[in-house]
């Protein structure tokens, strides 16, 4: 079983299989997974270099998705914890993680990144990747073992900074293989990633390519957006690893436009529920597509997932648990729940996450000790089972708000505006202080009439007063839809009022963006 081994030895047992084939792509660069290997290696020369020894941190931050890889892998050789930072991470928070991770050392390919670090008192490495496959010398074997840790994963909170999430190789590589079983990337396959790998679902893409022997290719922020059939159709992807923007952009382009993406065959999504408007829409324009949602969070990687288009039979359903793994729904008296019955999801199983990098009270929040048992993962997130064991997502517990005393999940009302025709998109931002749920849309029907179509999915007292229209909605470093930026660039435009104090113009607006 590759979940008892470190993450190296994975790769380097592909390397022996498929030696010359290609593993790693980003923009004109392409890497045969045997030059993978050895960039790995020579990662792993330049850490020892600069005093990197097992158990120490090492922070990469680098818009080259081969440097990335090459440093992660060559982390892993060493015994060493990898903590990929998203690129365009600076300030504040890039302060906070170099002094939460207390790193040995920081690689990036960026000269500013390079001197934020150096300011705060973090050696720190610029590294352009030149040197690849010209590693000299052997690496003494470190010993690693599948329960050492592996590396921590940044996710933000609702209020606090961002928390580290510690996994094991073995946690790590358990994943990897669970998640394949169930999509099955085959070796001809080219996954085409706009993800970043310092997102979870983004950086198991180069487990699951290697498992597999898979081409992964990274994508840049100019080949996504307007730009996004084009690089599928250039590429030849075959897979398209999916958040919602992702996917409602491609079914956009898709309609409007005679772009095609003939080889795509599998269309993954995870981060947040998918539009069935938009999945009719893939379909209907790429007949050969097959789609494949899933449920997961940061701590246990992936959850559930659904078999390939079942979600035509069971609408809304996000799969099954993971094989060897398991979930339960659990009430407020910590209960196991009946089929039907909508609680708390748990999650057991070997991919659980080790815990949060120094917080050990938040850790043993979410992982509870029950007599007998191992820690199970109180997840925070709301759903409940049908008959057959196929899981239903609710509500995410910072998506869960009261409006005029009625607690309403933002899912729930963001799918039933997503129900109406000429809704593309919908992401509501829960209330605060004075002012009601304000639900955003990306359509060009009015809003009052969004507002009473609603009446048709959920019942009224669930309906936000106020509807307002947008040309897109921002999204975050990983291509979720963002609340946050969303109220802000809301109370920016004067279309619904600061919680501190401001006026709003009306109850339905209509602004560009």
């Given amino acids: 079983m590759t979940s008892t081994m470190a993450i190296h030895q994975l790769l380097d047992t592909s390397a022996r299989r498929f030696s010359d084939a290609p593993a790693l792509s980003w923009k004109e660069q392409t890497l045969s997974y045997a030059k993978l290997a050895q960039a790995s290696l020579c990662a792993a020369h330049l850490l020892r270099s600069s005093g990197v020894r097992r158990g120490d941190r090492v922070l990469v931050s680098a818009a080259d998705g081969c440097v990335t890889a090459a440093v992660v892998y060559g982390a892993s050789r060493l015994g060493a914890i990898f903590i990929v930072v998203h690129a365009d991470v600076r300030g504040a928070q890039l302060r906070h993680v170099i002094s939460d991770t207390d790193a040995a050392v920081l690689i990036t390919d960026d000269k500013t990144t390079e001197q934020e670090a150096l ?52 946690q790590v590589l358990f994943a990897a293989e669970a998640i394949q079983s169930c999509l099955g ?12 790998l310092s997102f979870s679902y983004g950086l198991h ?18 080949e996504v957006g307007l730009a996004l059939a084009e690089s599928l159709r250039r590429t030849g992807a075959t897979i398209l690893t999916g958040v919602p923007s992702v996917c409602d952009a491609l079914a956009m382009l898709l309609s409007r436009t005679s772009a095609r993406v ?21 379909r209907s324009q790429l ?9 997961g969070l940061t701590e246990c990687k992936r959850a559930t997932i659904m078999p390939p288009d079942g979600d035509l039979e069971r ?33 057991r199983g070997p991919h659980v996450m080790s815990g949060y990098w120094r917080q050990p009270e938040l850790t043993a929040l979410r992982l509870p000790r029950r007599e007998g048992l191992f820690p199970e993962l109180h997840t925070g997130d709301y759903g409940r089972f ?19 005393g009625v607690r309403v999940s933002c899912t729930e009302v963001e799918a039933a505006a997503q129900q109406i025709d000429g809704v593309s998109t919908a992401v509501v931002v829960p209330p605060q202080g004075r002012r009601g749920a304000v639900l955003a849309v990306v359509s060009d029907l009015p809003a009052k009439e969004i507002l009473y179509r609603m009446r048709e999915q959920i019942e009224v007292f669930k309906i936000p007063r106020q509807c307002v229209s947008l040309a897109e909605i921002p999204t975050n470093g990983n291509g979720k839809y963002d609340r946050r930026q969303l109220a802000d660039l809301l109370v920016r435009a004067g279309l619904i009022p600061d919680p501190e104090g401001g006026s709003v113009s009306g109850q339905t607006n209509r602004a560009r963006s």
């Fill in 119 to 170: 300011s705060s008192g973090m050696p720190c490495l610029r590294y352009d990747g030149r040197g690849f496959g010209h590693a000299s010398g052997e690496l003494a074997d470190e010993n690693v073992l599948g329960t050492d840790p592996a590396c921590f994963i940044y996710t933000s909170g609702s209020t606090a900074l961002p928390k580290a999430v510690v996994s094991t190789h073995q």
């Fill in 185 to 196: 990337y085959r070796a001809d396959d080219i996954v085409y990633c706009p993800l970043p």
């Fill in 205 to 222: 893409q180069l487990f699951l390519a290697v498992l597999s022997g898979a081409h992964l290719y990274l994508a840049c922020a100019d």
């Fill in 262 to 282: 003939p080889r795509l065959r599998l269309l993954t999504n995870a981060g947040a529920v998918l539009s069935p408007r938009t999945m009719a829409t893939l």
């Fill in 287 to 295: 007949p050969g597509l097959h789609i494949q949602v899933m449920y």
């Fill in 315 to 347: 609408p809304g359903s996000c799969g099954l648990p993971l094989p060897g793994t398991e979930i339960l729904i659990i009430g407020e008296t910590g209960d196991p729940l009946q089929a039907g019955q909508t609680g708390q999801i748990v999650v």
């Fill in 386 to 404: 049908d008959k057959d064991g196929y899981l239903y997502f609710t509500g995410r517990r910072d998506d869960l708000y009261k409006d005029r």
